[in-house]
């Protein structure tokens, strides 16, 4: 007997978690997470969430035309207007299902400034934000007695079958199995980890991605990665430690190698300006040194304050002896964020029907060409809030349920050889790190091609390592594409 589910939700970070609360307890779902539940981008996300809670001396419109200056104008003015004043209602919905922001003596919650925004409108849970929501939602999502939630489990693969879906998995103790599903929710995050440096969680892989295309849905503006100015500078880690743009919205300065402030060369905004402004000047202002050492200054601000709002930062930045209080910050720009994904419409739905995506794997086409700060979480909450509400849509206009057949996937094959993960990262690093080499895309592209058509005509064996091995190609082909096509 084959396991059947209404919806299948691939992934528990914010965005999938936040889908599978939507949706009512006769509603049989299965959410999966490749790795431990609160290992995902949202678990990382420190700024916080923007959104207009109040209109003391901020309105949607403001929000609005940030978002878009942000995002070069290339933004969708139709889910920007959704975003924006949708937003705050989700935003107090988590709030009901006990997630807690910080608030001042009199209880009102407070907010901060990050870079692009013309008001304060970041709430935030100290610079834990993203791992307060997942969290809270997590724990709600394992009390409902209709949602299966199965952690270390990684979709391999997903087929289109009568009524919906086949996904094929390779579970917690390593077993093969597949699964039916009539709706799915791909729900898999970023893909930093095609970047040699990156802020992103291990599971950033970009699978979803990659599943989707393989289904055929449309992809669209992957070439559109953003990259965080202010990543602490240890060039030995992959994973990146952030400092968040919430230490320059507190007020702290850029230097370059000489201790001097340089953003006035760049940009009238000085240290607000929008994230890819800032990681543009960096490179700019390092070829004009000749030195890649930048730093952050935030240690004329008072240490009790500093130690109480970045706990983790200082804390994190202790670790590499570095008190926030008292000494300079080292850092440099690095991969973190993804704006273009798998094309969906205002309701998430992608090009395939009955699939659906949400958040970091999705595009919607709310951040243009370059998010603003925090409006990702925002972006998480309100349109997986929208993809639930229209697969109930369907539903109760009387839907067929998935057709099941006997199934269990093969696996076996050649063992993946050592070194092809690597040689992707040192690609896109070279190639499309913040200014693109289009010398480097163009041969980059031919190396990654001939990577990929090994991977899939290769008979290796199906592990998750080639899983996120496939992954991390296909994504760098379908980037380096679009950048050398113009
Ligand atoms: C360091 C950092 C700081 C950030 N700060 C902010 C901030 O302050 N404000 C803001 O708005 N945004 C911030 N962001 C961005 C934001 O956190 C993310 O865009 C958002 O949380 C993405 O949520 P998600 O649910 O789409 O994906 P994720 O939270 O990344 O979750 C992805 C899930 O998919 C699962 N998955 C992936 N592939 C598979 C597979 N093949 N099979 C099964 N499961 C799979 C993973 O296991 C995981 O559970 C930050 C990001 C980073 C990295």
Redesign the pocket.
């Known amino acids: 007997m084959q396991e059947k589910y209404d919806v299948l939700i691939?992934?528990?970070?914010?965005?999938?978690?936040y889908s599978a609360l939507q949706f009512d307890e006769n509603v049989k779902i299965l959410i999966?997470?490749?790795?431990k539940?609160t290992?995902?981008?949202?678990?990382?996300?420190?700024?916080?969430?923007?959104c207009v809670l109040d209109f003391e001396n901020d309105n949607f419109d403001l929000h609005y035309k940030d978002t878009f200056i942000a995002g070069g104008n290339k933004n969708n003015p139709e889910t920007v207007d959704i975003l924006v004043h949708e937003g705050p209602d989700d935003v107090r919905n988590i709030i009901k299902m006990g997630v807690e922001f910080d608030t001042d003596e009199n209880g009102k919650i407070m907010k901060t400034l990050e870079g692009g925004h013309s008001r304060r409108r970041?709430v935030?849970h100290k610079d834990q934000?993203?791992y307060e929501i997942?969290i809270k939602l997590l724990a709600k999502v394992k009390s409902k007695p209709n949602i299966t939630f199965a952690e270390n489990?990684?979709?391999?693969n997903i087929v289109k079958v009568n009524s919906g879906f086949r996904a094929d998995l390779i579970c917690e103790n390593d077993e093969p199995k597949s699964v039916f599903a009539s709706y799915c929710i791909l729900?898999?995050?970023?893909i930093?980890r095609v970047y040699r440096y990156?802020?992103?969680?291990a599971?950033?892989?970009g699978?979803?991605i990659r599943?989707a295309y393989e289904l055929g849905a449309r992809i669209k503006n992957l070439s559109y990665v953003q990259f965080h100015p202010t990543a602490f500078n240890s060039p030995e880690g992959r994973e990146q430690f952030?400092i968040?743009?919430?230490v320059r919205g507190e007020g702290a300065y850029l230097l370059n190698c000489n201790k001097e402030r340089f953003m006035q060369r760049y940009d009238d905004r000085l240290e607000l300006a929008p994230r890819d402004v800032v990681s543009r000047a960096i490179i700019l202002e390092s070829r004009r040194t000749g030195s890649n050492n930048f730093y952050l200054d935030i240690t004329y601000k008072d240490k009790d304050f500093l130690y109480d709002r970045f706990p983790a930062i200082s804390e994190r930045c202790k670790q590499e002896g570095v008190d926030i209080a008292k000494d300079l910050i080292p850092i440099f720009p690095c991969q973190?964020?993804l704006m273009g994904g798998i094309d969906v419409d205002k309701n998430s739905r992608t090009t395939v029907p009955r699939l659906y995506a949400?958040?970091?794997?999705?595009h919607t086409g709310v951040h243009g060409n370059n998010r603003l700060?925090?409006?990702?979480?925002?972006?998480?909450l309100v349109f997986?809030r929208r993809a639930t509400d229209d697969i109930k849509l369907c539903m109760e206009k009387g839907f067929a349920e998935v057709e099941t057949a006997d199934f269990t996937p093969d696996y076996s094959g050649a063992p993946l050889p050592h070194g092809m993960r690597t040689e992707i990262r040192s690609i896109m690093q070279r190639a499309y790190f913040v200014i693109p080499d289009q010398g480097a895309v163009h041969n980059g592209l031919k190396r990654v091609e001939a990577i990929l058509k090994r991977l899939r005509n290769g008979h290796f064996a199906i592990t998750r390592d080639y899983?996120e091995c496939l992954?991390l190609a296909t994504i760098a082909f379908i980037i380096l594409r679009e950048v050398d096509e113009g």
Do not use: F, M, P, W
């Not at 691939?10 to 978690?17: E, F, N, P, Q, Y």
């Not at 999966?32 to 790795?35: D, E, G, P, Y």
């Not at 290992?39 to 923007?50: I, M, R, T």
């Not at 489990?153 to 391999?156: A, E, G, H, K, N």
């Open positions: 691939a992934g528990c970070g914010v965005s999938g978690l999966v997470s490749k790795r539940d290992l995902s981008n949202s678990s990382l996300a420190q700024g916080g969430v923007a970041i935030h934000t993203g997942v489990t990684l979709i391999t729900a898999t995050g970023g930093g990156t802020t992103n969680s599971i950033a892989t699978d979803g599943i952030l968040s743009e919430a973190h964020y949400v958040g970091e794997c999705s700060a925090s409006n990702s979480l925002l972006e998480a997986s899983c992954s």
